[in-house]
């Protein structure tokens, strides 16, 4: 009995893991050479999402110094937020970052993300000086668009992303009926409706581009044909383009043996066929 309940949880971790990492590649130097390929792409991802917040805390911090005249904990956290995001920018373009830290900003950028939706929650007066009312509506903005960049534009694992995107709305939706009573009537219409749909098109945003990515990289992987250890994991991609530039113009059994000619050049000048000296071409 014992076996059969330890065999029957070890298939459900199996099952649940086979779920997490559905596009992993069961080769792990393939693996690795596909995170080394994405690396660029969402590093770029990344450093857009922290220059998009710089621009975003700053215009809110000078909104709310134009209409509320006085310091409140959004104001106060909106800067601070700024100044944070603008050194973790400036990170990002220095050699001190390497790909292995980037896991670990992402964390960071969800850590401040998250206090960032905490003071949008419509509590209302408190102790603090807050901008928020007691409106259900309070804060959604902020979570939509919070979720929406961890799932599209931040290179999260699944259960993270999804554990992110879940949490949020459900804090949401708590305090929103514990502290929200304005408008009753349209109460549920102002918690369910985004909040859901937030929740929907993250999930659907996240197995998309995963997908898409891990397609487009199965069709590039077959023209690597350069040591794992390669500094220049994108050459893969420049080899891939003229293979599809060459097949585009040429047969394919000369246009193969064209890119083994461009990949690994012969010193011998006209040592093919169809590489022929021409004079007076006018």
């Not at 994405?38 to 805390?57: D, G, N």
């Not at 509506?137 to 992303?161: D, H, N, Q, T």
Request: charged share 15%; aromatic share 10%; with cysteine.
């Amino acid at each position: 009995m014992d076996h059969s309940v330890k065999a029957m949880n070890s298939h459900r971790k199996l099952a649940l893991a086979r779920l997490l990492n559905c596009h992993r590649f069961e080769n792990d130097e393939l693996e690795f050479l596909y995170q080394r390929y994405i690396f660029k792409l969402q590093h770029s991802s990344v450093v857009s999402v922290v220059a998009l917040f710089v621009v975003l805390t700053g215009v809110l911090v000078n909104l709310s110094l134009v209409y509320a005249q006085a310091p409140t904990a959004q104001n106060v956290y909106h800067t601070v937020h700024c100044l944070v995001f603008v050194l973790l920018l400036a990170f990002l373009n220095t050699r001190l970052m390497h790909d292995s830290y980037l896991l670990w900003v992402c964390y960071c950028i969800l850590a401040m993300c998250g206090v960032f939706c905490a003071l949008a929650l419509p509590l209302g007066a408190t102790g603090l000086l807050l901008e928020t009312r007691r409106v259900s509506a309070e804060g959604i903005w902020e979570i939509v668009f919070v979720v929406f960049l961890a799932y599209s534009m931040m290179p999260l694992k699944m259960w993270v992303a999804v554990m992110f995107g879940v949490g949020l709305p459900i804090v949401h939706v708590t305090v929103a009926v514990v502290f929200a009573h304005d408008f009753p009537h349209l109460h549920w219409q102002q918690v369910h409706s985004p909040l859901l749909w937030t929740v929907l098109t993250g999930a659907l945003t996240t197995a998309v581009d995963s997908t898409d990515r891990v397609v487009n990289y199965r069709e590039i992987a077959p023209s690597c044909s350069y040591p794992f250890d390669t500094p220049h994991p994108l050459l893969c991609v420049k080899t891939w383009i003229k293979e599809r530039l060459l097949l585009s113009v040429l047969p394919q059994h000369v246009a193969m043996e064209m890119k083994a000619d461009i990949i690994s050049p012969v010193e011998t000048q006209f040592h093919k066929i169809y590489i022929q000296r021409h004079e007076n071409v006018r």
